[in-house]
C-alpha cells in the first residue's frame, strides 16, 4: 500500500525516514563505484553512484588515500561518456576529491580539451574545476584561456572564470592582478552576474590600494552598474570609502552620499534596502541624513513580503539604538506588526517600539505584549524583557504598570536564562527607582517561593538581606525568607541563614525574633547552615538583647572583601601547608588581582621570555613569583612590603641582538627596575651585565644601588636590578633613560668555549617612565554599589572632562582605565555596539593604603568628540583629588 503523501514541515522528527540516502555505507558505495569501470557506461546509474558518493564526502565521511585514489581513476574514465548530466557530476567529484599532484595530469588534458569546447557547459565547468585543482606551474600555462573565457560572450562561462579568479587570488594573486583590463571590460557587460563578479574581482585586485578603489567607486557610481547585485556590492565599496574618508576628513563633506541616496529610488528592493542600511550605518549619521532612509524602510514595513518587512524592522531596530526620534513616524506602521505571524518579526517590532515609544504609549504596548509573549519562545522573551528594562528607566513613573507586568510573566513557565532575566530587571529597578522597592521585593519574595533555580533563590535572597532592613516595614519579609529555611536545599538554607543576620544587625526591634529563627537553624542537618547560625548568633550577641549592633559587624556583613577571592585561597593553602604558630592574617594577603601564571607572559616573536630565572613557572601567579624572587635578595630586604609589581615593559624591539624588558616593583619608599635580559646571538658570552640609568627627568628619585649579572650566556634569561629612592608615600612620576652596559666574548661554535678576553660594549635601551598608575593596585569589588554607598560621600570628588576625538566611546574607555591602571568591576569595561553613552565602574587601593572607587561616565559630544563625567570616592580626600590630577594631566 502506499504511503500518503507527507509535508516535511509536519513532522520533522520523521525527515529520516523520506532521505534516499538513509542507511548507505561507504564500503557499500565503493564496491557499486565500479560499475565506473563498465565496458558499456550506464550514465543514469554512475549519476547515482556519484550522487551517493558526494553525500558521504559532505557528511564528513573520509577516505583513505587507497579509496580516494581508486575512485579518482575510475572517475575519470567516464570521461568517454558523451551524457552531458553525467559529465557535470564527474566535474563535481574531481572538485570535492581534490586529487593530488600526480594525480592531477591524469585530467588535465581532458579538462583542457573540455575548456575549449563547443558546449558551454562544458567550457564553465571545466575552468572552474582546473582552477581548482591546478598549481601555478600549469595555470601560467592556460592563462590565455581563462583571459580569453573572462570576456566571453557567454555569461555562464565569462562568470565561471570570474569566479575562478576571485579564488586564485588568494593562492596565485600576482597572475590574477594580470587580468586587471579584461575585468575592467566584463564590468560593463550587460549580464547581471557576469557584472555582479567581475566588480567583486575587480575591487579584490584593488583592495589594498586605496586610492585605486576610490577611483573604481567614483567611477562607476556614474550609472555604468545596471545589474541588483552588482549595484548592492557597489553600495557596500561605497560604504567602506565613506568610513575611509571620514577618518581622514575633518570638514565633515560626506562624498557619495548623494549617490548612496539616489539609491533608494533604484527598481529592485535589494538595492533600495541596501542603500537604506548603508546611510543609517553611516558614522555621525545626522537626523536630515537619516530621514529619506527611514522613510523606504517605513514603506517596506507594509510590504507583503515577510523578508522586506523583517529586513526594515530589523534595521529600524539598530537605528533605534541611537537615534530614537529619527523613527518615530514609523510607531504606527510597526504596531501593526506586532501581530505578525512570523515571530521574529513580531519581537524585533515589539523592542524597537519599547526603545521609542513615549510616555502615554507605554500602557498600550503592554497590552500588546502581554498576549504576545505566550507564543513566542523564550530567547525572543529576553529581548522583549530587557526593552521594558530600558523603558522602565526611560520612564521612571510607569513603573507600576512595567514592574506588575514583569511579575506576571516571572510566575508563567520558562528556563532559567529567561527567569534570570526577568530577575535582574526587577532588582535593576528597584535599585534605580526608590518607589519600586517596596513592591519589587514583594514580587521577588513571592517568587522564591516556588522557584526551582537554586541559583535564582540565592541571589534574591542576599538581595533581600541587602535592601530589605532600609524599608518602611523590614518585619514583612521575615517569612519568606525563614519559610525558605524549612523547605529548601542546603545551599539556600544557607544563604537565607546570612539573609535573616543581616536583618538582624540592621533592624533592632526585629533582633529577638531574628535570634528565635537562628537558634533552630543551630538543630539543621548541613554542617555549613550550622555553622553559620553559631557564627551570626554570636556575632549579634548571643543573648537577643534590643541593642545596637556594632559596627565591626555591620562591615563584616554588608562590606565587600578587600581582597580578592583567588589570592585569598592561595595564601589559605599556603597557611596549610606551611604550618606556623602564627596566626592567619588577612593583612598579608596580596590585594592586586592575580594575572596569568608566568609561562604565559607575553614573548616577543623569535625570543624566549626575558623572565623571573629562578622564580618558578608553572601555576604560580606573578605576584607570588615577584615577591619571592625579591624577597631573596638580601639587599631588599630592608625596603619593607613590596605594594606593587608592574607587568613587563619590552624595552627592545623583536628580532634585536639582545631581548630587554623591565618590570618596576614599588615600595613605599623605594622603586626597584628589574632588568629581564636575553641574549640572542649564539657566538656571544655577555658578562659583568648592568643598566645605565639616566634620572635626570625624574628628579624626586635617586639611584641608590645597583646589582649587575655576573654571565649572560645566550638563550638564557638573566636579571640585573637598579634601585631608586623616593619621598615615603609620595607617587612620584618620572622619565628614565637606559643603556645597556656589558662585557662580550666570543664564543667557539665547535666547543662552546668562550674567549678569555672580552671587548666593554653599550646597547641603547627605550626610555622607562614611572606613572601615577604604578602605584594603583587592581582590587576586585563584588558589590560595587554596596562599596560605594559604605564608603560615603565625605571626600568624594566630582568634575566633567573633555577627553577630544576618539576612534570611538570604547578606545575612550579603554585609555581611561589604562591611564588610571585600575580594576574594572561588574564588567563594565565592555562597551555595547552603537552605544552613545557607558558608566564605567573601577576600584583599587591608591599607595599601598587607600581604598579608591571611581565611576567614569561617558558619552558622545560631537561627531567624534567624547566627554566624561568622573566621581572619585576614596578613605582620604588628598587621594580623590590626586586620582583627578592623574586624569587632568593624562
Known sequence: MAQPLVKKDDDRDDEAEFSPFLGIEKGAVLQEARVFNDPQLDARRCSQVITKLLYLLNQGETFTKTEATEVFFSVTKL??????????????????????????????????????????????????????????????????????????????????????????????????????????????????????????????????????????????????????????????????????????????????????????RHKAEMVIFEAARAITELSGVTSRELTPAITVLQLFLSSSKPVLRFAAVRTLNKVAMTHPMAITNCNIDMESLISDQNRSI?????????????????????????????????????????????????????????????????????????????????????RDIPDAKESGLLHLCEFIEDCEFTYLSTQILHFLGIEGPKTSDPSKYIRYIYNRVILENATVRASAVSTLAKFGAMV?????????????????????????????????GGDGAIVETDKDVKDFLFGSLNVPLVNLETSLKNYVQEPSEELFDIDSVPKEVKSQPLAAEKKAPGKKPAGLGAAPAAPTSTVDAYEKLISSIPEFSSFGKLSKSSTPVELTEAETEYAVNVVKHIFDGHVVFQYNCTNTIPEQLLENVSVIVDASDAEEFSEVSSKPLRSLPYDSPGQTFVVFEKPDGVPAVGKFSNMLKFVVKEVDPATGEAEEDGVEDEYQLED???????????????????????????????DEYGLGPRESLAEAVSSVINLLGMQPCEGTEVVPTNSRSHTCLLSGVFMSSAKVLVRLSFGIDGPKAVAMKLSVRSEDESISDAIHDIVSSG
Not at 149 to 160: E, F, G, M, Q, R
Not at 350 to 355: E, F, G, N, S
Not at 773 to 791: I, P, T
Request: aromatic letters at 8%.
Open 79 to 264: 570521461f568517454q561518456s558523451r551524457d552531458i548530466a553525467l559529465r557535470r557530476m564527474v566535474y563535481l567529484m574531481i572538485k570535492e576529491l581534490s586529487p593530488s599532484a600526480d594525480e592531477v595530469i591524469i585530467v588535465t588534458s581532458s579538462l583542457m580539451k573540455d575548456m575549449n569546447s563547443k558546449t558551454d557547459m562544458y567550457r564553465a565547468n571545466a575552468i572552474r574545476v582546473l582552477c581548482r585543482i591546478t598549481d601555478g606551474t600549469l595555470l601560467t600555462q592556460i592563462e590565455r584561456y581563462l583571459k580569453q573565457a573572462i570576456v566571453d560572450k557567454n555569461p555562464i562561462v565569462a562568470s565561471a572564470a570570474l569566479v575562478s579568479g576571485i579564488h586564485l587570488l588568494q593562492t596565485n594573486p600576482e597572475i590574477v592582478k594580470r587580468w586587471s583590463n579584461e575585468v575592467q571590460e566584463t564590468v560593463q557587460s550587460r549580464a547581471a552576474l557576469v557584472q555582479f563578479h567581475a566588480l567583486a574581482l575587480l575591487h579584490q585586485i584593488r583592495q589594498s590600494d586605496r586610492l585605486a578603489v576610490s577611483k573604481l567607486v567614483t567611477s562607476l557610481t556614474r550609472g555604468t552598474v545596471r545589474s541588483p547585485l552588482a549595484q548592492c556590492l557597489l553600495i557596500c565599496f561605497t560604504s567602506q570609502v565613506i568610513r575611509e574618508s571620514n577618518m581622514n576628513n575633518q570638514t565633515g563633506d560626506r562624498p557619495f552620499y548623494d549617490y548612496l541616496e539616489g539609491c533608494l
Open 346 to 430: 513580531a519581537t524585533l517590532a515589539i523592542t524597537t517600539l519599547l526603545k521609542t515609544g513615549n510616555e502615554s504609549s507605554v500602557d498600550r504596548l503592554m497590552k500588546q505584549i502581554t498576549n504576545f509573549m505566550s507564543d513566542i519562545a523564550d530567547e525572543f522573551k529576553i529581548v522583549v524583557v530587557d526593552a521594558i528594562r530600558s523603558l522602565c528607566l526611560k520612564f521612571p513613573l510607569k513603573y507600576r504598570s512595567l514592574m506588575n507586568f514583569l511579575s506576571n510573566i516571572l510566575r508563567e513557565e520558562g528556563g532559567f536564562d529567561y527567569k534570570k532575566a526577568i530577575v535582574d530587571s526587577i532588582v535593576i529597578l528597584i
Open 508 to 540: 533592632d526591634s526585629l533582633k529577638p525574633r531574628i535570634f528565635v529563627l537562628l537558634r533552630r537553624c543551630l538543630f539543621d542537618s548541613d554542617d555549613e547552615v550550622r555553622d553559620r547560625a553559631t557564627l551570626y548568633l554570636s556575632m549579634l
Open 768 to 798: 622607562l617612565e614611572v606613572v601615577a598608575a604604578d602605584y594603583m593596585v587592581k582590587l576586585g569589588v563584588s558589590n560595587f554599589r554596596n562599596a560605594w554607598e559604605s564608603m560615603g560621600p565625605h571626600f568624594e570628588r566630582v
